[in-house]
RNA sequence: CGGAGCGUGGCGCAGCCUGGUAGCGCACCUGUUUUGGGUACAGGGGGUCGCAGGUUCGAAUCCUGCCGCUCCGACCA
């Protein structure tokens, strides 16, 4: 993309109304705009963003066995009359009427939905388990929406759901996307901790909050260093195998890890010697939990099973922040120029700055560098403005890219350009064809 | 939901108290200049002053009502 011809509206200035880095950055760097209380506009930034925080998320879900769905953003009441949520919920849901007056609300969440599908679709145990997911706009009208997408009204959220016979299944499919996020998380380039949270009026052990490790988090977070420091790293890991995946999420719970929320200080200080407590702050990005028939049950969503009884499913929902990530991220990998993204996730893979426009050597390398760099299908932001150095800098250190391929007549001369890393600041003057086959190497490309 | 505050060009703000031609910085346009980390100068365009009603010869400014938004606290992917 040329930057001459994209839509970037990017500002000096930072919006009164933002309080915290992210929403901040975000803002500044054109990636969304207030519409109003708690909803966003995802602008062309913001959204490439958004759909690379999705697309991660759709392949980790499928690689560990769930299988994609859409759902509707509106629902009929009914199903949440039958599972007694309607009068539950509260004023957090958006109630509507359709023009022959039948209620309807935006789901916040589509455990009844889902239930009803696969109540109607699963009738034997023979077909089971299965997890569904799918990844949804979601609208919880907040008393107090704030911090930009981190809390919005409307959000997106990936939101999967298993269907077991028993128990014991219901922890093999709640081990599944316990290994799964640790893996979302980390291709994305985040540090996840997965704590225990509040099990409710279920009780038991299984289920988890995952946060990332941010200063600005909302959470108060209480763990075990060494938790910290666990990655799954390149390591292989066979879905199939659920008694691996148990072994990985003992690892991942063998020690203390809460937030604020749950935390006991006595317990705290007993179990971990005090050179390892790591007191910091953290923003949940994941929640997972194992719920049994609580919504199969009223629902009337059964199996027979062998014995030709007809059962309940047991069953457990398994939610990601999708938008909310996308701030979380530059919660936790930010400077004062502006965010930094992980390759992963960043909106371009690489930014090629012509320091001198106009200049006919300069815009030469400068277009064929971005010609055969977008060849080797990089994703390549050309900054082709007519603008001084200094300002192409500072919008693209804004913006985030992780890669700076530096032109001007000056380096020609010598036969180089410099290739910049936004994290590090680490600068390398190379040979053109040297700088694109580093960039390629780095994002695993030909 | 309790408390506090703010709505004036795209963004950040002043003007309001004490009513009298709507202003500054950034951004934008034109020209000159400059050119390796947000150049400088000159000129220019753009605003129903949140909405409605009232007071007044006259309202961004005073009064009333409404709407929107933000922050702090209690609650949440």
């Keep these: 993309m040329r930057l001459s011809r994209y839509f970037l509206p990017v500002q000096k200035e930072t919006p009164a109304e933002a309080e915290i880095v992210s929403h901040r950055l975000m803002l500044r760097a054109g990636m969304i705009r207030q519409a109003s209380a708690g909803i966003y506009s995802w602008l062309p930034l913001g959204y490439k963003v958004l759909r690379k925080i999705e697309d991660i998320v759709h392949d980790e879900q499928q690689k560990a066995g769930a299988i994609p769905v ?106 599944r996307m316990f290994v799964s996020y640790l893996r979302t998380f980390e291709r994305m380039g985040l540090k996840a901790v997965p704590m225990r949270a509040d099990p409710g009026p279920i009780g038991g052990d299984m289920t988890h909050e995952f946060l990332i490790l941010a200063e600005t988090g909302e959470s108060g977070v209480f763990l075990d260093r060494d938790l910290a420091e666990l990655t799954l790293g390149d390591s292989a890991i066979d879905w199939e195998d659920a ?46 939990f194992y719920f049994g028939s609580k919504y199969s049950k009223p629902l009337n969503a059964t199996v027979n099973t062998p014995d030709g009884e007809v059962v309940p499913f047991e069953s457990g929902s398994y939610g990601i922040g999708v938008s909310r990530l996308a701030g979380a991220i530059i919660e936790a990998s930010h400077d004062d120029k502006g965010i930094i993204w992980p390759e992963a996730v960043a909106p371009f893979e690489v930014a090629v700055i012509n320091l001198r426009q106009g200049d006919t050597e300069a815009d030469g390398a400068c277009a064929d560098l971005y010609a055969k760099l977008t060849a080797r299908g990089l994703d390549v932001i050309y900054d082709d403005r007519d603008e001084r150095a200094g300002a192409k800098f500072a919008t693209i250190d804004l913006i985030g890219i992780p890669w700076k391929l530096v032109v001007g007549p000056r380096g020609l001369k010598e036969g180089v350009v410099e290739l910049v890393n936004r994290r590090t600041g680490e600068t390398e003057n190379l040979p053109p064809e040297d700088a694109m086959n580093r960039l390629a190497a780095t994002y695993g490309r030909a």
């Design 243 to 288: 008694p691996a995946l148990q072994e990985t999420v003992d690892r991942y719970t063998a020690s203390y890890a809460r937030t604020d929320e749950t935390h006991e200080e006595a317990v705290f200080e007993s179990e971990i010697p005090e050179d390892r407590r790591l007191m910091a702050r953290g923003i949940e990005v994941g929640h997972i």
């Design 70 to 175: 859409l759902m509707p953003t509106i629902q009929s009441a009914d199903l949440w009359k039958q599972s007694g949520r309607y009068d539950d919920y509260g004023a957090e849901m958006l109630r509507i009427k359709d023009r022959g007056d039948r209620e309807m609300l935006y789901g916040p969440t589509n455990e009844e939905q889902i239930t009803e599908i696969a109540g109607a679709g699963i009738r034997s145990y023979r077909d089971l388990p299965r997890i569904l997911y799918h990844i949804q706009w979601k609208f919880r009208d907040e008393v107090r929406p704030r911090f930009g997408v981190m809390r919005g009204r409307e959000f997106l959220m990936k939101d999967a759901y298993s269907f077991d016979l028993d128990k014991e299944g219901a922890r093999a499919s709640y081990n």
